[in-house]
Each structure stands twice: as C-alpha cells, then as structure tokens.
C-alpha cells in the first residue's frame, strides 16, 4: 500500500476530540442578541474556531467541520444509521475491487445558478490528490490511481489495490462539489471571502466578520429543492472559551453549541435547551509508542495499561455519558457485525485496573522495578486531556515509574504527534488522547492508527506500531466482506490486544446542546459535520 503523502494534519487530532474537550482561543461573543427566537428562520450556531477558508480540500479543521457542508453537497450522503445514499451521484457501482462508477444527476446546478458537470466533478476529486493543492484529506485517497470522465454523466475512479474504505470517502470531504470555473478564477483565494465560493450546498456565504462570525443566506438556486428547509439563515458565531459559551447560550444569542466541555453542561438553562447525547464512534486512549525506550517493551505496556483506573477517570471527564472500555479499539457503534457483541465481551485483551497485575506485568519486562521516567505528551488547552494525562501521572507511580508531562500547544502537535525525529522516533513515550473514526467502519480504527503504512511522517500511527502478520490481515480485511471479513478483524483485534500498543479507556459519547422547539437527527459521526438544513421545528 502507498505510503501516505506529507500532510499537515495537526488539527485532525484535534477534530477528532472536538465534541468532548475545548481549544482555548479568544472569546468571539458578538453579544447581539439576535436569536432564532426573533426569527424562526434564522439560527445561531457557536463553533470553536475560524476557518482558514471553506474549499473542501481544506476541510480538516476544526472551524469548517460545521461550515462547509453548508454550502457544498456531496456525491453521496450518510444515512441516519450510517448507509450510503444518493446525492449528487444518483446512483453508483462497484464494478470490481478497485473500480467504482458514479452516474451524475444531470439538474444540478451551483449557487451562481450554473449548470454542473462531469467536468466538475473530475476537477473536484482531482484536487484532492494534486500535490500543488496540499489537500488536508489527501490521505483519504491513497488507494485512488484515476479519477476519469467516462460519459457526459458518469465519472470512474480506479484504485491501485483495494480499499474497503474508500466507499464512504464519496459522502465526506472528499466528495463535495463545487464550481470548477470559480475555484480557478479565485487564483488560490477560494473558499475565504475576498475568492468567494460557489457551491452546491443549500446555503450561500453572506459576510465573514474575521475572528466573530461568518454568516450565510439561504441558496436561491439550491438543486434539491424537495427538502423542507426550514431555516433560512445561519450565523455562525466563533466562540471558544467555556464560560462565554454558557453565557451566550443563556442570553439567547446560541441556538446550537457544537462544542462545550461536560463540566459545563449543567450551566445551560435546561427549560430552554435540550443536551442531545449522541452514541458516536469515538473512544478516548493512551497511545504507547512501540519504538521509544521503555515502552518498545510490551509488558511496560502492559504494566501501564493496567495501573490506570480508567473508569474513574471516564466518569469524572464525561459524567456517565460513555461506554466502558472491553479492550477493544472501538464501541459498539462501529462493530462489524453482531457477533463482536459477544467477542468483545470475552475479549482477553481487556487491561482493567489492577495495581497488582500491573505490578506483574513490569516484573515481567526489562526494567522489573521500575524505577525509570517516560514522557506523556499532551495538548495543554485541552482540560479533558489534561485530567487525563494527570490521572495517568499518578497512576504510573504506584509502579515505580515517573511520567514527565510533554504539554503542547495545538500547533505544536504537528511537530510533535504527527512528524517524526531525524532517527525516525516521535518524542514521547505515550500520548493522551482520544480518536473518532473518520468513516463508519472499524478499519477506521485498525488501519489508520495501526497500519505500518501509516508509520510515517504526517500519517496517523501514533504509537509507531509495526507488525507484518498483522498488516497482512487488514490487507485480508480490504479484500473480503460479510462474515469473513468480520473474521479476519477479529484475528487483528487480539493481535492488538496482545501487543498493546493502545489502551482504550472508554468509549464516550458526543453531545450537543440545542433550543428545545428546534429538532435534528444525529448519527454519530457528527464531528465531522452538521447538515443543518435538516434542522426542524418541533410541532
């Protein structure tokens, strides 16, 4: 498999724990006032960054998780209950493993009311891979060989080798479309307001106010007019700091939070909004990095695996709104099938909390007293990660071994987390975290933080884990479906547990905090983006 392309994907780290934790930046409050109360057609959305811009190939921020999908469709979209649908593509085959073929609906047209084409689409997807563009989802079309128009209203991707997961690639980033013409006119400016943005999303960008708000106006010449959209305009408001967060939600000035830590949901007045807790695909871990000093030694994993009380910390960080840990990579929401309920509840795997074990464990492994230091690294604005790591400070001591906290700043952790030193190490021995699969399939898990391929500079492999049987069976997992493939995954999933190069602590839940008269169906991979043209009013 093709190694992924350098990257800059910091912030994807970042995304991944946004519907859990905060990054601290300035307090973007408008204090306005102006309410979807006022306007019933009209709702305010808090969001904890700004956008760099709003060009799909760039979104893979924080800020343009919400943003983007507003004004750009996709080929195909995700059902509630995570199936693919039509969208822009009205239909779609899977030739053979590494073909697919899209047939384009042919009535689509951008919000500058002009007609899109095959043309389009092969510019968009295009974009995505040139190197020129430095695409932030880039990595998302590894496998991808050609992308070609193959009928007025058809265009053919083919893979190098097959890849299970670049089905779902058509109804993400990866996949909105947008007006070829535009995006060239806009001479590298596209997607921010002096380039301006053409799409073919329900809504069209109205204002940007830089560091405040963005603001958008319902499409005029949106394609899908068969949809029920019930709010008009939408002001998104940049508001990061937990306090101001509450503070403007009360006030009326938020309709929907995106983001705001647990600690804080009790703030909200709960006679005006509902927390919609949503089961999502997201687990919270420590990664051990499998080539660093003390940690290359699996029983040092072990032994740090299981000194942890990882339930107490999960219910201090997320209030009861999560799933213990059985060991595993992933909950329920992504098991392949329903046989791995079962499976995961006698996976051996499952390091719990056991002081004596842990002791056990370290006995067993080169440094059998303890007595050693090893770095955490860990986002310093990030106050779920950081109850974390000191958890886990605390913890390691009750086995001899000192945890030194590497605290980092967001920007940091593209030098830090996603890039390697000049002899090939990241500069850790754990990093606290958490992941979110960015597709709704578990080799979301087992292949993007795990895979040898991604033991690279800007790829995703956190704990630098290498092994060839195991690589063998994902490769296996790409190739197979239904029961086999469910198979092949459990194979993979004890060769995890049995190396240990993660531990899972929990599987916690999203949430998001919205007015009581409004209603919107989530379905767990929400993190990576709201259609808020779904939005309803109560009846």
């Given at each position: 498999m093709k190694k992924i392309m350098k990257k800059c994907l910091?912030?994807?780290?970042?995304?991944?724990?946004?519907?859990?934790?905060?990054?601290?930046?300035?307090?973007?409050?408008?204090?306005?006032?102006?309410?979807?109360?006022?306007?019933?057609?009209?709702?305010?959305?808090?969001?904890?960054?700004?956008?760099?811009?709003?060009?799909?190939?760039?979104?893979?921020?924080?800020?343009?998780?919400?943003?983007?999908?507003?004004v750009c469709d996709t080929l195909l979209n995700l059902s509630s209950d995570l199936k693919l649908e039509p969208n822009i593509a009205s239909s779609w085959e899977k030739k053979d493993n590494t073909t697919y073929v899209y047939q384009l609906?042919?009535?689509?047209?951008?919000?500058?009311?002009?007609?899109?084409?095959?043309?389009?689409?092969?510019?968009?997807?295009?974009?995505?891979?040139?190197?020129?563009?430095?695409s932030m989802v880039s990595w998302m079309f590894n496998s991808v060989e050609?992308?070609?128009?193959?009928?007025?209203?058809?265009?053919?991707?083919?893979?190098?080798?097959?890849?299970?997961?670049?089905?779902?690639?058509?109804?993400?980033?990866?996949?909105?479309?947008?007006?070829?013409?535009?995006?060239?006119?806009?001479?590298?400016?596209?997607?921010?307001?002096?380039?301006?943005?053409?799409?073919?999303?329900?809504?069209?960008?109205?204002?940007?106010?830089?560091?405040?708000?963005?603001?958008?106006?319902?499409?005029?010449n949106y394609w899908n007019q068969k949809d029920d959209i019930q709010i008009k305009n939408i002001n998104f408001k940049i508001i990061s700091d937990d306090t101001a967060v509450v503070t403007a939600t009360n006030a009326g000035e938020i309709d929907l939070v995106t983001l705001l830590a647990g600690d804080y949901l009790d703030q909200i007045d709960s006679s005006k909004f509902n927390t919609k807790?949503?089961?999502?695909?997201?687990?919270?871990?420590?990664?051990?990095?499998?080539?660093q000093t003390y940690t290359n030694d699996v029983n040092v994993r072990k032994a740090l695996a299981s000194c942890y009380?990882?339930?107490?910390?999960?219910?201090s960080a997320y209030k009861g709104m999560y799933d213990p840990s059985t060991g595993l990579l992933f909950g329920e929401k992504l098991y392949p099938d329903d046989s791995w309920e079962e499976f995961a509840k006698q996976f051996q795997y499952n390091y719990q909390y056991n002081v004596e074990q842990a002791k056990e464990y370290l006995s067993a492994s080169k440094y059998p007293d303890g007595g050693f230091e090893i770095t955490a690294l860990v986002a310093a604005n990030n106050g779920t990660e950081m109850k974390e790591a000191q958890l886990f400070q605390a913890a390691a001591k009750?086995?001899?071994?000192?945890?030194?906290?590497?605290?980092?700043?967001?920007?940091?952790?593209?030098?830090?987390?996603?890039?390697?030193?000049?002899?090939?190490?990241?500069?850790?021995?754990?990093?606290?975290?958490?992941?979110?699969?960015?597709?709704?399939?578990?080799?979301?898990?087992?292949?993007?933080?795990?895979?040898?391929?991604?033991?690279?500079?800007?790829?995703?492999?956190?704990?630098?884990?290498?092994?060839?049987?195991?690589?063998?069976?994902?490769?296996k997992a790409h190739e197979t479906d239904g029961e086999q493939r469910s198979e092949v995954l459990k194979e993979a999933a004890n060769i995890v547990g049995r190396d240990c190069p993660i531990q899972t602590l929990g599987y916690n839940s999203s949430y998001f905090v919205l007015r009581s008269d409004l209603d919107y169906t989530f379905n767990g991979m929400d993190v990576w983006g709201l259609y808020l043209k779904n939005i309803k009013r109560n009846k």
């Open positions: 910091s912030m994807l780290c970042i995304a991944a724990l946004a519907v859990t934790s905060l990054c601290a930046c300035s307090d973007g409050s408008s204090g306005t006032g102006d309410t979807a109360a006022k306007s019933s057609d009209t709702l305010n959305v808090q969001i904890c960054a700004e956008p760099s811009s709003l060009d799909p190939a760039m979104n893979y921020e924080p800020g343009t998780f919400y943003v983007t999908p507003q609906r042919d009535d689509v047209t951008f919000s500058d009311g002009s007609q899109m084409t095959a043309d389009d689409v092969v510019y968009c997807l295009q974009r995505i891979i040139d190197p020129d563009v430095g050609s992308i070609e128009k193959t009928g007025d209203w058809e265009v053919t991707v083919k893979l190098s080798q097959p890849d299970s997961l670049f089905q779902y690639t058509m109804a993400l980033s990866p996949g909105m479309i947008y007006s070829k013409e535009a995006c060239e006119k806009a001479d590298g400016k596209f997607g921010t307001m002096e380039g301006g943005f053409v799409g073919s999303g329900p809504y069209v960008l109205d204002s940007w106010t830089s560091g405040t708000e963005i603001k958008m106006t319902s499409n005029d807790v949503v089961h999502s695909a997201e687990a919270r871990s420590l990664f051990f990095n499998c080539e009380d990882r339930d107490a910390f999960m219910n009750e086995i001899n071994v000192d945890v030194k906290l590497k605290t980092v700043s967001d920007a940091e952790l593209q030098t830090v987390a996603f890039s390697e030193k000049e002899n090939g190490l990241r500069d850790y021995n754990v990093y606290v975290s958490g992941w979110i699969s960015d597709y709704p399939d578990s080799m979301g898990y087992f292949e993007t933080l795990l895979a040898s391929w991604n033991n690279v500079s800007g790829a995703i492999n956190f704990s630098q884990y290498e092994n060839e049987e195991y690589d063998a069976l994902l490769k």
